[in-house]
């Protein structure tokens, strides 16, 4: 993996080229778009995906300034949170804005893949990011993504056949908990079955009753690769006629959801708080609350989250550290003995960049394709004067 910096060079001796697929695949593992809440426009929106790519920028959003940054350091793909498009383009007009930022997108070649929800439901993305950056430990998940459905698979296969199926699953998302992967659970049995004529069974003879030792194996499945996992379990599977079960299970996948919840390494002010995650956020801060409050439990949501006040409240929570609080949510949060921190969208989601960068590095790494990564240096947020 080579992540720069500020364009600062990290040396390295291995260097494979990928596409923009293998990319896209890469990506999809860190921040997997089934996370994407309702129809959020998450995913691929410029290019192609057969494209070489030598060069990845990353940023929190595509505007103007970034696509001449793209440009001007020969960056193949741009990976940003913040969705290029948000609604279909009804046409191409070089004089409006967002089209004539796409037309130019296409003639340089450059690639825009958007990880918006997918980044900010998933396991150590964004409010993970800004849980670590202002030091909360113990963290857990603020509002767990119960809205996402899961199935358990389950297959029954020849002892012998097992670890291949195992692996046909596992490759095409099945199994994956947590930081885990090919996660599955095996019990032996027997298997009978019975041929009738025309069958051409893989063991066993037609027209008598066989008894086989098989194995039970199941694994979790999100419903993004159900499909594919399915898929894959046929075409590994040595029988004629595939014998399995799909099962829903309403259990929220762990880790995955909207903000966290945590504690400090020590009670301290609130006061003492400010001025700590004024540095490490690098924005000014506004507060609503008591200064003087001692606090220690915390709960975070990266980009806007003053709708989970009352949320946030269930928690014990001594201060919410968000951005884009309104008014009204703020004289609630007052109301309900919470205060609150308002770090802007922009500072408590960038902070996300340089953890995503080096997974999907790592990602690229094991699949022996090295890429230069490069961290955006144009300040996208609005709110604060350009240095």
């Known amino acids: ?111 825009v893949y958007s990880a918006h929800t997918s980044l900010d439901r998933a396991r150590w993305g964004v409010s993970d990011a800004l849980a670590e950056a202002i030091g909360l430990k113990d963290t857990r998940v603020l509002v767990p993504a119960e809205d996402l459905a899961r199935f358990k698979l389950v297959v029954f296969t020849p002892v012998e056949s097992a670890d291949l199926v195992m692996q046909a699953i596992s490759e095409a998302g099945a199994g994956v908990i947590g930081d885990y992967t090919h996660c599955t659970f095996r019990t032996r049995g027997i298997g009978t079955f019975k041929p009738m004529a025309g069958a051409h069974p893989q063991v066993g003879e037609v027209g008598k009753v066989n008894e086989v030792p098989e194995v039970r194996l199941e694994a979790v499945v999100p419903a993004g690769s159900l499909g594919a996992a399915i898929s894959s379990m046929i075409a590994s599977h040595p ?119 080096e997974r999907i590095g790592r990602v690229l790494q094991e699949s022996g394709i090295m890429i230069d990564l490069v961290l955006s240096k144009v300040d996208t947020d609005p709110w604060r004067s350009r240095r």
């Open 239 to 357: 029988y004629e006629e595939v014998a399995y079960d799909v099962y829903r299970i309403e259990n929220a996948e762990p880790g995955a959801g909207y903000g966290r919840v945590g504690t400090l390494a020590e009670e301290i002010s609130l006061k003492e708080c400010v001025t700590r995650w004024t540095q490490v956020l690098s924005t000014e801060l506004r507060v609503a609350g008591d200064r003087d409050k001692r606090v220690n439990r915390v709960a975070v949501c990266g980009g806007s989250g003053g709708d989970l006040i009352k949320i946030v409240a269930r928690q014990g929570v001594d201060v919410y550290v968000t951005g884009d609080v309104k008014h009204h949510a703020a004289l609630e949060a007052k109301d309900l003995g919470v205060a609150v921190v308002d770090a802007g969208h922009h500072a408590t989601e960038v902070v996300v960049l340089p953890g995503f960068a």
């Open 1 to 111: 993996m080579r992540l720069r910096r500020g364009y600062a060079k990290i040396a390295m001796v291995l260097r494979v080229s990928g596409t923009v697929e293998d990319v896209i695949k890469a990506i999809e593992k860190v921040a997997p778009p089934y996370l994407k809440y309702g129809d959020d426009p998450t995913g691929f929106q410029v290019g192609d995906r057969s494209a070489s790519v030598d060069r990845i920028l990353f940023c929190l959003e595509v505007n103007e300034e970034v696509i001449e940054e793209a440009a001007d350091i020969a960056a193949d793909m741009i990976v940003s949170h913040h969705p290029l498009v948000f609604k279909p383009v009804g046409a191409l007009v070089a004089s409006d804005q967002l089209s004539g930022m796409l037309m130019k997108l296409v003639k340089l070649g450059i690639s």
